[in-house]
């Protein structure tokens, strides 16, 4: 079967390479047509994201006002186009566009190709086409990645080192989908030029004007977006995976709350901080994702992927109390009771084998701005998660796993009510792995509120100190795989070299507790 999936994709790129190159050939053939200084042109790379069954998201950025034309096949060739959209790209959204393509045939490879067509001219634009497999009606095998901090601590695009590696790392594993844990972007962080290396080297950064200061305006937060797809292996690997969005707090600034987070712009007539406001509306603008009925801006949401599967991704930024997890009161909060009640009620109805819940931040990491305060009974937002745990052991909800990045380091945590000061849920492992492209940090301290313990733990020694560079390697992300047949999750940790540094099976349970085959370091 992974014989099958390698050989699959390398087909898919040769064929896109082919594509590209037969465009150039085209266009050189027919001078006529192609006024190549007068054509709309694609401004970046090109992404599909929020993949199902039948449907799928597909953005891409003009680089002027021109209407965005999708067509997708299940074949190579595009002898057979079987859905085709369009829409506009207007300076309003940055000549960004995203479109909706809806009634596709499920657990199909689909080619979709992307072009626009000036709207002053009807000039007809370059072709660049993307791949995709939309989630099976049966059981199916399912591989995925995640991860998430890019572009973080100044670490920009340095050429001479590869640029972001991770991402062909990520790319050369064929994953079905990947799930982005948050911080796309640094909006709070500068690129400067150069940064000087703990041995002496220089590393040598891309720079743009809108990465020259800290996000403020509207166009500086769109510039941070823009600043990663100039990058080869960014581009690259959106073209041909799927991603699932989500955000944290970089994508805003450092530890933003609903509360509190503000700059010299004020607020929005509803209260929101303008700042916050800019910021979200970039993510929308440059995120593959698709708007929710009227709750327009709003991040969580499920995505069904066949039978075998259900991801929810989740907010933990947008709701929360404020930005620090303190307080005398006892209280507080960081789904909100909204959103708290929609997990709850969509964690009971999914039918699906494994439900992964993909959070922006860990639960017993200790950290002010997250969750974990330290040893002890629950207290302000670890009431939140205790409500949580054990409303998924009263309704018998089985197979739930916790994915997510943040922390700067990759890690696996058994949660276990054994070892727990709050005893009332069934045992789960939570995953950590990032960052894809930032400095790296040193393990964290576990709390025992709800029991976890470290299986593994990988990030800077202490004589490496934090911050480290991505070019000393210690970049990672997730692997998970479903088999089709036995219904276990595989769940591998990676480095940016694509070695396995650790992976466990566990076996898909009707009981309670849930069964560990193996774990492998």
Aim: with cysteine.
């Amino acid at each position: 079967m992974a014989t099958l999936r390698a050989s699959r994709a390398w087909t898919r790129r040769q064929f896109l390479v082919r594509s590209a190159s037969s465009l150039a050939i085209a266009s050189l053939a027919k001078p006529h047509l192609s006024r190549a200084a007068d054509r709309p042109r694609i401004a970046g790379g090109i992404q599909s994201g929020d993949v199902s069954g039948g449907s799928a998201v597909v953005w891409a950025r003009a680089d002027r006002p021109a209407r965005m034309q999708v067509e997708c096949s299940t074949v190579e060739s595009f002898k057979t186009i079987i859905a085709s959209t369009s829409g506009d790209a207007l300076p309003d959204a940055d000549l960004t566009a995203k479109l909706l393509l809806a009634d596709l045939p499920p657990g199909q490879d689909i080619f979709y190709r992307v072009r626009f067509d000036d709207i002053a001219t009807g000039l007809i634009g370059e072709s660049r086409i993307g791949y995709f497999r939309t989630a099976p009606a049966a059981r199916q095998s399912i591989s995925f990645l995640w991860s998430g901090d890019t572009a973080g601590q100044g670490w920009g695009i340095d050429v001479s080192r590869g640029g972001y590696r991770s991402y062909r790392t990520m790319l050369d594993n064929h994953p079905d989908f990947f799930i982005h844990s948050g911080d796309h972007i640094y909006a709070d962080c500068t690129i400067p030029a150069e940064q000087k290396l703990p041995n002496g080297e220089t590393w040598r950064n891309i720079v743009t004007e809108e990465k020259s200061e800290v996000a403020h305006t509207l166009a500086q937060f769109r510039g941070n977006y823009k600043y990663n797809h100039l990058d080869e292996h960014f581009r690259a690997f959106h073209a041909e995976v799927p991603m699932f969005a989500q955000w944290d707090d970089h994508e805003v600034t450092n530890d933003w709350s609903p509360i509190g987070t503000y700059d010299e712009a004020g607020y929005e007539d509803d209260g929101t901080p303008r700042l916050v406001a800019r910021a979200r509306r970039a993510f929308f603008d440059f995120m593959p994702i698709r708007d929710i009925g009227a709750r327009h801006g709003r991040v969580y949401r499920k995505i069904a992927y066949g039978p075998l599967l259900d991801v929810f991704m989740i907010d933990m930024r947008s709701y929360r109390d404020e930005s620090w997890n303190k307080g005398d009161d006892h209280r507080g909060w960081i789904l909100g009771a909204e959103q708290l009640a929609w997990l709850k009620r969509e964690l009971a109805a999914s039918r699906a084998t494994w439900k992964v819940i993909a959070a922006d931040l860990p639960i017993g990491l200790i950290s002010l701005d997250a969750v974990a305060l330290g040893d002890g009974p629950p207290d302000r937002r670890e009431h939140e998660i205790a409500d949580l745990l054990a409303s998924i052991k009263r309704a018998g909800i089985r197979n739930i796993v916790w994915l997510t990045a943040d922390m700067h380091y990759t890690a696996a945590h058994y949660y276990d009510p054994n070892k727990a000061q709050f005893q009332d849920f069934e045992p789960f492992w939570e995953f950590v792995s990032g960052p894809l492209h930032a400095g790296s940090w040193g393990p964290g301290e576990l709390d025992d509120t709800f029991g976890p313990v470290a299986m593994y733990q990988h990030g800077c020694s202490a004589a490496q100190g934090d911050n480290l560079a991505p070019c000393f390697g210690l970049q990672f992300f997730g692997r998970v795989d479903i088999d089709g047949r036995s219904g276990v999750m595989t769940v591998t940790l990676k480095d940016v070299d694509n070695r396995d540094l650790w992976s466990v099976d566990i076996v898909p349970q009707p009981q309670v507790h849930p069964a560990v085959v193996a774990q492998h370091s």
